[in-house]
């Protein structure tokens, strides 16, 4: 423990952690806060302290996926919002200043990390969409939306605050019936679905999962619209075509910074002369940074989140114009909240679909992300482009009055239940 005690002391400010070793010794940190639930944690070995202390970031993951770390009182949740509540982004002038060091060996991995070329990325893809279907069926909305959603209000509904993200989208598109619409990174086909429901445009989606693809196709088939709603298994950078809108929603994170100019550019000669483009991805509220660790190993290999001006200064390349810009400070941390309970109210079926070392691992992603929207530097863009000033209105009025109008179609009209027949599911060991 004299590793992780001088760790465990700096990082609880509220609330206790109590710790126990292998040998049955304990350790008292933080002070008492009504307001931060006590969490107990027992090392089920000598080296485990050690094992985090070394290296926190991919460490903690690691213990607890193996059962080296287990949460005796409370659970994940509670202790990695004790840990990273201590400082929240909002505090970040106080911190030391950084290591140069280890700032540059961190950006050199993470530059290499995300090279995402084609047959990589795909790759990565695979990694974490091409899992069993019934469990993304456990955690996610009825439309399985995997991406964040829009709260009116904290306490609503997984599924409304997902439909009312689609509403949101749609609004900022200014869509017409008839036109021609490319979704990038169209995940089960939900949001494709959903544009050509509510306002009678033609959609091409696209993705680099199979078992996505699958899903999506059927989906249309089975609505009947197969004709105007089309998905294909492509890489954005093999799309040609016209397009008078472009929407993309949680597939920036994987393009990866050393491609964001190809991306725009190539986004932009598909965008019609007065088309629109919105582009939802998760950002970062600071300056450019570095995927941690373990997030990088064990969930999105080539995955980065990238901060606004990344975004901007590698559209300004592509003359896109920024037309509007939003950001959702908390939208995240309520869907991720929605996801986690769910995903623990289903342990046993998760657990039954692969192992308990897989469901530890999920549990404690969704714990990590949950406060690095709630207290860290995330949050999530919506960036609106157009290629010509006069393509919208010169005020933002129309948006609320189409999210008005398409959120009542989408109360006449809910989306469809997602279901599918059991894949092959690809052992842990060989996503990596």
Known sequence: MFLLDPLLRRAVKRGVLTVTEANGRSHRYGVDDPAVRPVAIRFADRGAPGHIARNPRIGAGEAYMDGRLIVEEGDILDLVRMIR?????????????????????????????????????????????????????????????YSCAYFREPGIGLDQAQADKKAHI????????????????????GMALHLHRVADVDVLGITLSEEQLKVARRRAAEAGVADRVRFELID????????????????????????????????????????????????????????????????????????????????????????????????????????????????????????????????????????????????????????????????RDYMAADEARLGALQIDSPPSMVSSAPVTMPALSDAK
């Open 236 to 395: 954005y950078r093999d799309v040609t075509g016209r397009f008078d809108r472009i929407v993309s929603v949680g597939m920036f994170e994987h393009v990866g910074p050393p491609h964001y100019r190809t991306f725009f550019r190539l986004c932009r000669n598909l965008l019609a002369e007065d088309g629109v483009m919105l582009l939802h991805t998760i950002g970062r509220m600071g300056g450019p940074g570095t995927t941690d660790a373990w997030t990088s190993k064990y969930i999105f290999p080539g995955g980065y989140i990238p901060a606004l001006s990344e975004i901007v200064r590698a559209s300004e390349t592509a003359r896109l114009i920024v037309a509007d810009v939003e950001t959702l400070r908390l939208h995240y941390a309520h869907t991720l909240q929605h996801w986690y309970d769910r995903t623990v109210a289903r342990r046993a079926e998760i657990e039954a679909l692969y192992d308990a070392r897989f469901y530890r691992m999920w549990q404690f992603y969704l714990a990590g992300a949950l406060t690095s929207f709630e207290s860290g530097g995330m949050c999530n863009f919506q960036l609106q482009y157009i290629r010509d000033r006069h393509a919208l209105p010169i005020t």
């Open 85 to 145: 509540g201590g400082l929240p982004f909002e505090r970040g002038g106080e911190l030391e200043p950084p290591n140069p060091l280890r700032r540059g060996l961190k950006e050199i991995t993470g530059r290499i990390d995300r090279l995402n070329w084609s047959r990589r990325a795909k790759r990565n893809v695979a990694h974490h969409y091409d899992l069993n279907d019934r469990l993304y069926d456990l955690f996610l909305d009825a439309d399985r939306q």
């Open 170 to 189: 749609a609004a900022k598109l200014a869509l017409r019936p008839g036109q021609n619409v490319l979704d990038i990174g169209c995940g089960w086909g």
